[in-house]
């Protein structure tokens, strides 16, 4: 049967230059793995003025519930400096146990891997008791417009339902085992422009230096911390990442200045009630006279980037233990139940069903020479294959 074999699959996927907003051939060599198992494959291309289309995939195998959703991306991050890979980023060449490529674990290598659990699957058991599809974005390396916020939106408007997700994105640090994502952090960035008076800096009483005014704006949201952690996440953090003031000239006090922030936020608080929190920040540090004595309040505003990512937490016991219990059972290691790093489409997916993220090793992602070890391949499929019979063995029984 084909598709049985990860190695070739992700062979085709990397020899696709999918670089994000490139479909490349990816979803095409996909569809090729999957219509042959049974699978009933739909291209979605999903537009938005003034970005380019995108094209995504979302294929289904089985009718009746309960219904698996595996989630990922074809579209890689750009190459960078191609001179500088051992191998070309295209060519899919294995070196001393190890193929080389752009995606072979974000996230190609993790789709080549399932979709060969499905197959090996199909070949013992014969179709699942279930449904099982592919969720497959062409767009979560790049703006994440036209990628599987929309796609889920569009399955969904067409009466697709499911029990349950598993994002194949890389989650492991080190070794094949050590973690799987349960949960994200919320992010929320903005940008406080401060507003002063120009003037000559040898007669500061006559101008109103916006510096001045920064200052105590930025430090009070970087201190206090917003919150200690909870059970399950990390303390929520703040960073300025960036002052800018543009102004040339020593002797001129300057007028505006401006910083910009991200914080990463635990389940202690919403997207909404953290913006809350650092508005009062800002306002009683605004009367704060201790840069500007006899100043009025520093007159600021604040502009909130677009689309704040939500915090979420996954509780959903069968899932996370037939992930994890199949992890045991492949490796003898047991999984990290893990909420740290960036964002994921994951929190897209979780308005939808409950999700957790399992994958390869993450250490060579978006690098110069991203490879995959062949052996991580096979032991990934077999964790994969493992998840299959137990998540719908539990999901039949219960
Ligand atoms: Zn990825």
Redesign the pocket.
């Known amino acids: 049967m084909s598709a049985v074999d990860p190695i070739a699959n992700l062979r085709d996927l990397i020899r696709c230059p999918s670089v994000t907003p490139a479909e490349g051939g990816a979803l095409s060599a996909l569809e090729a793995m999957l219509s042959p198992l049974g699978f009933t494959v739909e291209r979605m291309v999903a537009t938005e003025p003034g970005m380019p289309d995108i094209e995504n995939l979302y294929a289904r195998l089985g009718t009746t519930g309960p219904h698996l959703m595996f989630a ?2 074809t579209d890689v991050v750009p190459v960078g400096d191609e001179a500088s890979w051992s191998h070309p980023p295209f060519s899919a060449e294995i070196e001393d146990g190890e193929m080389f490529g752009r995606g072979a674990v ?2 190609k290598g993790g789709i080549a891997c399932f979709a060969a659990a499905v197959a090996r699957h199909i070949e013992q058991h014969g179709a699942p008791q279930g449904s099982i599809s592919f969720l497959i974005t062409g767009d ?2 790049g703006p994440a417009v036209n990628g599987t916020e929309k796609l889920l939106k569009w399955a969904a408007d067409k009466g697709e339902r499911w029990d349950a997700c598993l994002v194949g ?2 989650t492991n640090p080190d070794v094949l085992g050590d973690m799987i994502k349960i949960g994200r952090r919320g992010s929320v960035s903005g940008k406080v422009t401060v507003h002063g008076v120009q003037g000559h800096a040898a007669y500061p009483h006559l101008a109103d230096n916006a510096v001045r005014g920064l200052l105590p704006l930025a430090h009070a949201l970087m201190h206090p911390r917003f919150d200690e952690g909870t059970p399950e996440f990390p303390a929520s953090n703040l960073e300025v990442t960036t002052v800018d003031i543009g102004n040339p000239a020593t002797n001129v006090v300057p007028a505006k200045a401006s910083f910009a922030f991200n914080i990463r936020f635990n389940d202690t608080w919403t997207a909404e009630t953290v913006q809350a929190e650092i508005l009062r920040r800002l306002d009683a540090a605004a009367g704060d006279q201790t840069l500007r004595p006899g100043r009025d309040k520093v007159r600021y505003e604040i502009v909130w980037a677009e689309r704040p990512s939500h915090v979420f937490l996954t509780r959903n016991n069968a899932l996370i233990s037939s992930l994890s219990g199949a992890v045991e059972a492949v490796t003898g290691r047991v999984p990290a139940l893990s909420t740290t790093g960036g964002t ?1 489409d994951a929190r897209f997916i979780k308005d939808y069903c409950p999700v957790v993220e399992f994958g390869l090793v993450g250490q060579t ?1 978006h690098m110069v020479d991203e490879r995959v070890a062949i052996a991580d391949l096979e032991t990934l499929t077999q964790i994969y294959g493992t998840f299959l019979s137990r998540w719908f063995g539990d999901a039949a029984v219960s």
């Open positions: 990922g991306h974000d996230m979560e390396e994105e890389p994921s992602m």
